[in-house]
């Protein structure tokens, strides 16, 4: 199973920029798909965005596309989000999630890192 740690979290005031990065270990990183996902205080975490194995396929959320951009380097076992335009509403903590052989939907994620926006 992959082993990921999130982090570049912290305090930004809206219309700033964060930029968070997943690092994976353990199984090989470049045969899973990844995704970011959200939850806020009393709310249920929810999709952010999503990148398959070789970075070919993107998807967003509705709510981050044209502000938020997901990447991976397969080569440093690493995924991105750069966050943009960020608004009070982004506030949450950033999971990333590993889907592929050992990762069950919904079973791999990381500690998560938070993300505070000021308005």
């Known amino acids: 199973q992959v082993h990921l740690v999130e982090s570049g979290g912290g305090l930004v005031q809206a219309g700033g920029s964060l930029r968070l990065s997943c690092a994976a270990s353990?199984?090989?990183?470049?045969?899973?798909?990844m995704g970011w996902y959200r939850q806020a205080p009393g709310k249920e975490r929810e999709f952010v965005a999503r990148?398959?194995?070789?970075?070919?396929?993107?998807a967003y959320a509705d709510s981050v596309k044209g502000r938020f951009t997901i990447s991976r380097d397969n080569a440093e076992n690493t995924m991105y989000l750069q966050m943009n335009s960020l608004k009070p509403e982004d506030a949450a903590i950033y999971y990333c999630?590993?889907?592929?052989?050992?990762?069950?939907?919904?079973?791999?994620w990381g500690q998560g890192t938070q993300v505070t926006v000021s308005s």
């Open positions: 999630n590993a889907l592929g052989t050992g990762c069950p939907p919904n079973d791999c």
């Open positions: 990148i398959t194995t070789s970075g070919d396929g993107i």
């Open positions: 353990g199984r090989s990183f470049s045969t899973y798909i």
